[in-house]
């Protein structure tokens, strides 16, 4: 089939690479020159496992093509509208940027007459396919609208698309269902076909569900900090042991019970922004959502509270020298999107600690210019470390802020029981009972 994809970002370029891998003639836009010339030469703009492979291979084999203009769409059946909805201050969505790409793509539409499938997948909220993005068609004939919303997950994007737990079409038109249905026919997962609304609220209905489980796990874990004799991990692992969250063929245990695990907070470019969204839709039709809010406002203050514990821990932070490894939202991307890492470093910095910070995968010649990043602090007053070594080995306060595997090993660099380590994540194997300055998220001091 010939594909359309306009936006490469996150969403549209695995878009693309996976439906080019799957053999079908994909044409992919972005007005942004520089990354398209990038993608052009197999260079993909963040990191993510398995794309660049699939992204070089594609190009040798001809049937991924890139652009910069939605005149080069003109020749496909079925287009793909995969750019940025990004939060207004009110926690509501901007649409400007999906009606402007869907302006100038119904404007090159209007010189044919085939028929095509226009395919939102930018996440956004219930009625806009309806309300927002077909009266930008409607005059156009043969354009069905639908919405196909993605769940990637950043970090395993590519095997995700791949292998899907579902597909959601919302679309009320047969025929507009049948096409996109045949594209994903070898994708070996379910395939739902629902109105346009079902679809957009499916989307954040799974992604709030997510923050909603982390945020309760957070709020188990406070409370296991102020009781004697118990740990959330000791807490929480017994009711992952409850048969319902097992795959029940193997007994072995779903993959969901992750996200029933107390941390530092959610973080990155959805699960903030999709549950913000919501509640300012809900806010919209005048229904209350008491249970959002408070997810929201856990998680707004959980990052605050490791930085509470490090101080307590350590008797104040002015001019402690505090290590925060771990700078993206979470291991396995250099996503640095509502990173709970970066908030902690704002506190940080209002705290008057020395910082040194760590990342395994995060470009350390973004951070060193990006002066913005660290809340407008210059970063030459925050010490980059290239390795973990250099970030650990000298330090009073130790602060894990994502489960980036190399710092489970943190130990060795450390000096012995003089450090004092502050685990957001849990990774470590060592107990308050062996190291007294050991201290983490849901265990009681
Ligand atoms: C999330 C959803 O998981 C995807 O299904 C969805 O498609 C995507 O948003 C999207 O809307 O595009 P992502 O933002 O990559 O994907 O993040 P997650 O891996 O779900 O992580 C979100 C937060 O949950 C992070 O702060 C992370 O640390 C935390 N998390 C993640 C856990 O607590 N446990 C986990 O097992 C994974």
Redesign the pocket.
Known sequence: MKIGVIGCG??GLITAVGFASKGNEVTAIDIDRERISKIKNGIVPFHEVGVEKLLKSSLKKGNLKLFNSVKDLIDCEVIFICVQTPPKLNGAINLKILKKAAESLASQLKKGNESRVIVVRS?VVPGTIENTVMPIFRRINNVEVIFN?????????LS?FLNPDRIVIGTKSIRAGKIISKLYKSFNAPIIITTSQTAELS?YA??VL??T??SF?NEIARICENTPNTDVEDVLGITHLDRRFKVARDKSKA?????L?A?????????P??LSALISYARLINENTPLLKSVATINKYQPNHLVDMASEAGNGLENKNVTVLGLA?????D?LR???GLKIINELIKRKANIKVYDPLVDTSKIKNNPGLFFGVKAKNIIVASSIKEAVEICDICIIT??APEFKSIGKYLRRGKTIIIDG?RIMKVSKRSNKNYYAIGLPT
């Open positions: 996150f969403v996440t919303p993605e769940f990637l997950r950043e970090g395993t994007a995700d989307k799974s992604n997510l923050a489980l982390i796990s993959e969901i019970i992750s996200y695990k941390g530092c907070g959610f973080g990155g470019s959805c699960l922004k999709d939202f979470k291991g396995g991307t996503d509502e990173s709970p994502t489960n994540r």
